[in-house]
């Protein structure tokens, strides 16, 4: 074996104490090492340029540099020996400057310590082998489940980019959380105002597929090459003929109260999911239908004045679609507030939740604006209370950043909207981020009826019957911790939606220990998951406001934007994983540690195989297999015994 | 900081199996510190303290060394999401094969450290390195200190 090996003074410089000249000696006298040499530093552009010339001219079969760390140091000279004309993986690096010649006082143990160092390299370096990255085709399609303010922003980013989208949503209208808003904080734009550019946006494109009434229901694959099937329940109603006059509507004969969360009233069986929501077309709910219950009503289609739209027989749809990358943006619910009796809601007709309240605000809301909802008449004395549910152990355990700025507007408006009314903030911390949710709390502060109370222990906040029909709230021990009050607005935080645990174990991706998408890094891979090739955006992820979900929805496009490139190959790290076949027994111990699922296991030949694409070269394997079967490359059981032996020398 | 070397004293030869994400990182802060390490100690990167598989260590303790030092980030922040809860597992298993094989438990560690940590690493090492003085050499039979690989 020649091996070339380079040895950096920049430990020295750096006030290190190794004896070069002994170093050099001993190294030299190894029966592999062709040469040595003593560079100045060898990561300044001259010393990668010399480097380079020396490869060039002594072509070594192996390579290793002494210098600093390779966290560092090694993506840059594998480049210098790919330029040379080498294989990047015939260099081992040793670290003897941070690792030894910095931190060794003694002038002899720290030169042998550098000698066991580098002749562990040069070991190390005889056992490598040339690897080369494994180039994957990539589809350029990009799937994004859930049509919140976040994954429309996702889809239109990536149809302006090129791309074909299709976009999963389960429910029968675009635009998510932010369309049922009455008033969006900051701008105080209505939120189906506020949503249409960009539900139109996605309607209008050519390149984006919308599938509605439509949730994941398998996958399969990995980075560039996913295959997703998507269960599609039936509209009843065909889209592309309605007309959307609402004749249907009025006629349908089953009227039942509204089961969705923040709906206060009653809905028919065909109706639209709210007013001035896209598309514009009925759904009809087969469990409220009459017909489910074997009667043979046909209103609804007799209404209609389009022949063929109202269609009973639909029936549901899987529907699969291969995709290079996933963007989850499946949004957050508000935590259920049943779960915090003392509280009152369902129990007392005054406790509204915050989504109701703005439900009964909204002009297009289930009482067309008026403070109804259970209500007998409007409110004069209004509670709002914070943080129900939050940062408080057993419930949410977090603090959800934007419910202090919802308060603060819901106080706001009903304030303006009842001018006999007194409003009274119940609050614990007030979480004000960012300027305009301070100018929102300063503007509070100064209306004439609004004040703010605050309480410590959210364990004393408790709601009670009065005898004249309003609630009695407390939030401490002392009477003048207590009020009776005509409505009290319960303001509960983001929590992970109910089908998120669904989606997890669909798609592998991680949850952070309160239920949301666990990002790869908690500050600089947000809108990425921890499988590559799926993208995590908006309050799936984490509680943000409909600026920061748009962003964030922005930000995960960008992110598939640049994994999956059209005509472009995914260059696959080629330090992976790899079963031996004749070795493996069989026993799937691999299987089930890998956190990649990177593992698959084939019934008919009862062996493992590693996916090198999913494989992240943890090694984790590799340690686990009894049979020794899985081999890492770079770091293979022999690569590191010889580096282990020889270090301890 | 660094003791005045004692040539006669016993120096443990300790073998740092790092995760390059944290524990590794954090012994290069150390070193740009110019804090003082043992000069026994020798440290080998991995990606993943959930590479490490028990034989690596046993071969180690064959192979001259006088404890084993496994190294990784903390509870939760294994780079491969959980690797390093199994590697504490797997710890577990191995202290009580070390135990058989004849060598005591505590001359293996496992510990967490973030990059940023450099002063925590320090004390680990020192701390592992005292207990290990107090242990004296490891005494195996079938171990030489001139153990070749080929
Ligand atoms: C009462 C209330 C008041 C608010 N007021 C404000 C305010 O004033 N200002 C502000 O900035 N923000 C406000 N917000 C927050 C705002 O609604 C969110 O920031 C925003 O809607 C988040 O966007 P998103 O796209 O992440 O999720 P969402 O808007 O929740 O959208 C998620 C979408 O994914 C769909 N989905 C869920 N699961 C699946 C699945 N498995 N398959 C397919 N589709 C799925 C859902 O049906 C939904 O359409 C308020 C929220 C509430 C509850
Ligand atoms: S009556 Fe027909 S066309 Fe009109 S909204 Fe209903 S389904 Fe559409
Ligand atoms: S090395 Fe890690 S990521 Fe790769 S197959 Fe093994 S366990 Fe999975
Ligand atoms: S990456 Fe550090 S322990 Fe797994």
Avoid at chain 1, 198 to 225: C, F, H, M, Q, W
Wanted: contains cysteine; glycine residues 10%; positive net charge.
């Amino acid at each position: 074996m020649r091996t070339a090996v380079f040895y950096c003074k920049c430990g020295e410089m750096g006030g290190g104490r190794i004896d070069l000249e002994r170093v050099a000696r001993t190294i030299v006298a190894l029966p592999e090492v062709a040469s040595f040499h003593a560079l100045e530093l060898t990561c300044s552009s001259a010393g990668v340029k010399a480097m380079r010339q020396l490869l060039v001219d002594e072509r070594p079969e192996r390579v290793v540099v002494a210098a600093s760390s390779p966290r560092e140091l090694e993506p840059k000279l594998r480049r210098v020996m790919a330029d040379a004309g080498l294989n990047p993986y015939l260099l081992a690096m040793t670290n003897v400057r941070e690792q030894v010649a910095w931190v060794t006082a003694d002038r002899e143990a720290a030169t042998d310590k550098a000698i066991a160092y580098v002749r562990a390299a040069v070991r190390r370096a005889e056992l490598q082998v040339p690897l080369r990255p494994l180039a994957v085709e990539t589809d350029p399609r990009v799937a994004v489940i859930g049509s919140g303010p976040a994954g429309l922003s996702a889809a239109l980013a990536l149809a302006g980019a090129g791309r074909d989208v299709v976009l999963v949503e389960q429910g029968p209208v675009l635009g998510g959380a932010a369309v049922r808003l009455d008033k969006v904080h900051p701008g105080m734009e209505c939120g189906s105002c506020l949503m249409d550019p960009l539900v139109t946006g996605v309607l209008d494109s050519p390149r984006i597929e919308v599938l509605l009434l439509a949730r994941l229901a398998g996958a399969k694959g990995y980075l560039g090459n996913f295959e997703l099937s998507i269960a599609r329940r039936p509209r009843f109603v065909v889209a592309e003929t309605c007309i959307g006059c609402g004749d249907c509507v009025p006629v349908c004969p089953a009227v039942a109260p509204d089961p969705r969360p923040g709906e206060l009233g009653t809905r028919r069986a065909i109706s639209f999911a709210f007013p001035g929501a896209m598309p514009n077309v009925p759904v009809l709910d087969a469990q409220a239908c009459v017909r489910s219950r074997g009667e043979s009503c046909t209103l609804c289609q007799a209404a209609c004045p389009v022949p063929g739209t109202i269609r009973y027989d639909e029936a549901p749809a899987v529907l699969e679609r291969k995709v290079g990358a996933v963007v989850l943006a499946v949004g957050a619910s508000l935590y259920d507030v049943g779960r915090l009796p003392a509280l009152g809601w369902g129990r007392l007709p005054g406790v509204h939740t915050s989504l109701e309240v703005e439900r009964m605000l909204s002009p297009d809301g289930p009482t067309a604006g008026q403070l109804g909802g259970r209500l007998a008449a409007p409110p004069r004395r209004i509670a709002l209370v914070h943080c129900a549910g939050a940062m408080q152990a057993g419930h949410c355990d977090y603090c959800s950043v934007i419910c202090c700025g919802v308060a603060l507007k819901l106080g706001l408006a009903l304030a303006e909207r009842l001018p006999e009314a007194t409003v009274t903030h119940v609050h614990r911390e007030l979480c004000l981020p960012g300027p305009e949710d301070w100018a929102l709390h300063e503007r509070a502060r100064a209306h004439a009826r609004v004040s703010f109370r605050r309480y410590e222990r959210p364990e004393a906040l408790a709601a009670s019957a009065r005898d004249d029909g309003t609630a009695e709230l407390a939030w401490g021990g002392r009477a003048t911790e207590r009020g009776a009050f005509d409505l009290v607005v319960l303001c509960p935080p983001l929590a992970p939606g109910p089908g998120h645990g669904e989606l997890a174990r669909l798609l592998d991706v991680g949850r952070d220990r309160h239920g949301f998408f666990a990002p790869l890094g908690p500050s600089t891979g947000h809108a990425t998951s921890r499988i590559r090739g799926v993208m995590l955006a908006g309050t799936c992820q984490a509680p943000m406001g409909v600026a920061t979900s748009v962003t964030h929805g922005a930000a995960a496009a960008g992110q598939a934007l640049a994994m999956a490139v059209p005509g472009r190959t995914i260059e696959v790290d080629p330090i992976v994983a790899s079963v031996d076949a004749r070795r493996c027994s069989g026993c799937h111990v691999c299987v089930g540690v890998c956190p990649y699922k990177a593992i698959a296991f084939d019934q008919t030949t009862a062996q493992a195989s590693v996916n090198p694409v999913l494989c992240t070269g943890c090694g984790t394997c590799v340690a686990a297999c009894p049979a020794a079967a899985i081999e890492g490359a770079h770091f293979t059981h022999a690569q590191l015994l010889s580096e282990i032996r020889e270090v301890l020398q | 900081m660094s003791a005045p070397v004692d040539r006669g004293a016993f120096e443990p030869r300790v073998l740092g199996l790092l995760c390059t994400h944290c524990a590794y990182a954090c012994a290069d802060n150390a070193g740009a510190t110019r804090a003082s390490v043992p000069a026994g100690l020798r440290t080998v990167r991995l990606m993943c303290t959930g590479r490490v598989e028990p034989s690596l260590v046993l071969e180690a303790f064959v192979a001259g060394a006088d404890g084993v030092l496994i190294m990784g980030c903390h509870p939760g922040g294994c780079h491969y999401k959980e690797q390093n809860y199994r590697a504490v597992q797997r710890q577990r298993i191995l202290l009580r094969l070390l135990d058989q094989c004849g060598v005591e438990p505590a001359r293996c560690r496992f510990d967490h450290v973030s990059a940023a940590e450099s002063a925590r690493y320090l004390e680990l090492v020192d701390d592992f390195v005292a207990a290990l003085r107090r242990l004296g050499p490891l005494r195996l039979e079938r171990r030489t200190r001139a153990h070749r690989p080929h």
